[in-house]
């Protein structure tokens, strides 16, 4: 036993891919008909508002709930081939399941007793630049520091796919900034790929390849962060040529102060717009804005 | 492995990887059962082992008391006839000291293993830890056997050993207590003792009780998997009320059209069977307590003969509820695996 051998991945294959998911919760639907795929080596943000099905979709990633439709997570179904699929995924479903009874020293040694890809030696080098002590109990720590164990202990962990649901919820910014510095210098490359949610849009805007945007349990934006400059142009139109905006039909408008109105445009080229006024790229937190309209109403 | 690896131009990537086997991952359940629980499985009994311990000194201080009162009234004799044949009444004593010491943990044992099993599935949903646990290779099926394992099996076992740690030191106090007072023939509980047979009896009706044990245990971790919230509550009060709502309105159907009900057939099932079969004995209410042939207090620890136990293997009885108990086992993993936590 324990001996290390290496195992040949092939980094190419889709890691997620989901066609027609169906989930009800209490005769609404949590999945509709949901399909996305998620390719190896990305950094994923699945962005919706609440009880728009951000979550069941991930349970139904890592196998924790029943569905219809069809799932292949790294070529294996995670209804049936859990078990097997735990090895290669991991996931932080939010910062307060750890149980509290667990000392640091218990939490490794056990992660290492059943973990076929955990590296001890990393994880300790990682809460090295902690305030955590082995014999410290979850019971004792602040949520920060709870969050810095438990991101120790998935980021020794080979995986090839990380699932973060709401990772940061409830921690400062100092400890937010440092979970997401953390997961790129020392976890992520290009044969990882991790799919986070979160509310904090503009936290993880820069680390994000590609964004999701889920509502009412469909995909209704699915794009890789350096095409949607192509897609979306935000354009800060002046107050005399409001009509002529107008025309281009924009998907999202908001008057500002001092007489200019903000103005989202998809799919109009460039050289249309450029005559309108200021133009850029949008913010991830405006796109989101304007592609949910009416979400609550 | 999977066909869709099998395109030529993707590159493979070489990952570590160490083998676990299955053996080795079940120990580190076991152990993780225990960090957890090591208060119920090892301090309860130390601690109540150590209060006894207490009651003991003080009756061994107010025994000598009276002993030397007495010796001074010369009201004590010295003499203690044995007849041939039977045990000395100290060798008795010793006996039964460390009976009562594995005993005392037994009784703390019950109890334990009653709240771990009703807490052994819930408490992890309670505060969430289910999605740790649940984040690592481990089968649902792997988690819920290393919880009955120490049910069942490591929880008497360590029940027994610290029983008999603990029967050690009151038989220290005894001995001493004896010495120290002059009693006669006192060496007779070191010479006509048999401690290794009482040991060995408790040990051999182990399997017994895990066998007969199963449907309690079942129903607790069932209600452990299933409720929401109170699962003592589910696992406690609905078999009992349900059985007293049912014998009433049977009770009164039975006076009105003159049918028996089997009343006792239906506490006995739900109640003794499916509640109590965590306190060890319970068996003997089927099998009869005739093996055990006692013709009275000093026949006890002389005659102390468990292996007719083993003949509750051979009712009906013991299979149904073997049955019934895994059947609720494996509802409990399909339970844990599929559960939503919302």
């Known amino acids: ?103 640091v020293r218990e939490a490794i040694e056990f992660v290492a007793g059943v973990h076929p890809r955990f590296d001890r030696a990393k994880c300790e080098r990682f809460l090295l630049n902690t305030k955590l002590t082995p014999q410290m109990r979850v019971r004792e720590m602040s949520k920060g520091m709870i969050v810095q164990l438990h991101l120790a202990l998935v980021m020794a962990i080979d995986a090839r796919l990380l699932i973060l649901d709401e990772p940061t919820l409830g921690l400062d910014i100092l400890y937010r900034k440092e979970f997401y510095k953390r997961l790129l210098e020392d976890y992520f490359d290009e044969h990882k790929t991790i799919v986070i949610t979160t509310h904090q849009v503009e936290e993880i805007e820069n680390i994000l390849t590609d964004v999701m945007f889920i509502r009412d349990g469909k995909v209704v934006l699915e794009a890789q962060m350096d095409t949607l400059g192509e897609r979306y142009v935000d354009v800060l139109v002046d107050a005399g040529r409001l009509e002529e905006a107008r025309a281009l039909k924009p998907v999202d408008e908001h008057a500002l102060p001092f007489g200019k109105t903000r103005m989202l445009f998809e799919g109009v080229p460039a050289s249309q717009l450029a005559g309108l006024g200021e133009t850029r790229i949008p913010d991830l937190a405006d796109l989101f804005v304007a592609v949910m309209k009416g979400t609550y109403a | 492995m999977n066909a869709i690896y099998d395109t030529p131009e993707q590159t493979p990537v070489q990952r570590a990887t160490r083998s676990i086997g299955a053996a080795d991952r079940f120990k580190m359940l076991l152990k993780r059962e225990f960090w957890e629980n090591r208060g ?35 009201n004590f004799s010295q003499d203690l006839q044995v007849p041939a044949g039977e045990l000395h009444p100290l060798a008795m004593a010793a006996d039964l000291v460390l009976l009562g010491g594995m005993w005392i943990a037994i009784i703390v044992m019950v109890f334990v293993v009653f709240f771990y099993l009703l807490g052994s599935l819930y408490d992890e949903r309670r505060d969430r830890s289910v999605l740790f646990w649940k984040s690592l290779p481990v089968a649902d099926t792997e988690t819920v056997l290393s919880k009955l394992a120490w049910a069942v099996v490591l929880a008497p076992l360590f029940a027994i050993a610290i029983g008999i740690g603990i029967g050690l030191v009151l038989w220290l106090v005894m001995a001493v207590t004896t010495f120290l007072n002059g009693v006669p023939g006192a060496s007779a509980m070191f010479t006509d003792s048999r401690p290794f047979h009482m040991i060995w009896q408790v040990i051999s009706v182990i399997p017994v009780y895990t066998a007969w044990s ?13 409720a929401k919230r109170f699962p003592f509550l589910w696992a406690v009060l609905l078999p009992i009320l349900g059985c007293a709502l049912i014998s009433l309105s049977g009770g009164i159907f039975g006076a009105i059209s003159g049918l028996e009900f089997p009343f006792e057939q239906l ?13 060890p004995g319970t068996w003997y209410a089927r099998i009869g307590t005739d093996s055990i042939q006692l013709d009275g207090p000093q026949d006890m620890p002389n005659h102390f003969d468990l292996s007719g136990s083993w003949a509750a293997f051979a009712t009906l009885d013991m299979w149904l509820g073997i049955t019934l108990g895994v059947a609720m086992i494996v509802l409990a993993i399909r339970l844990r695996r599929w559960r939503d936590e919302g």
């Open chain 2, 40 to 74: 119920g499985f090892v301090w309860a009994p130390v601690i109540t082992g150590a209060i006894a311990t207490l009651f003991a000194l003080i009756g061994a201080i107010g025994g000598s008391w009276a002993v030397q009162h007495a010796k001074a009234t010369s």
């Open chain 2, 267 to 279: 506490w006995y099932v739900v109640v003794f069977r499916g509640l109590m079969g965590l306190i």
């Open chain 2, 214 to 226: 199963l449907p309690t245990v079942g129903w607790l971790m069932l209600c452990s998997a299933w």
């Open chain 1, 1 to 103: 036993m324990n001996a290390v051998h290496s195992e040949a991945v092939y980094s190419d294959a889709p890691v997620v891919s989901a066609r027609g998911l169906r989930k009800l919760y209490k005769g609404k639907p949590a999945l509709d008909d949901t399909r996305f795929d998620i390719g190896p080596g990305r950094i994923v943000g699945l962005i919706g508002p609440n009880g728009a099905g951000k979550t069941t979709a991930l349970k139904a990633v890592l196998g924790l709930i029943p569905f219809e439709g069809e799932l292949k997570v790294l070529g294996r179904d995670p209804r049936t081939e859990r078990d097997d699929l735990m090895k290669d995924v991991c996931f932080i479903a939010d910062v307060a399941v750890l149980p509290r009874w667990i000392r």
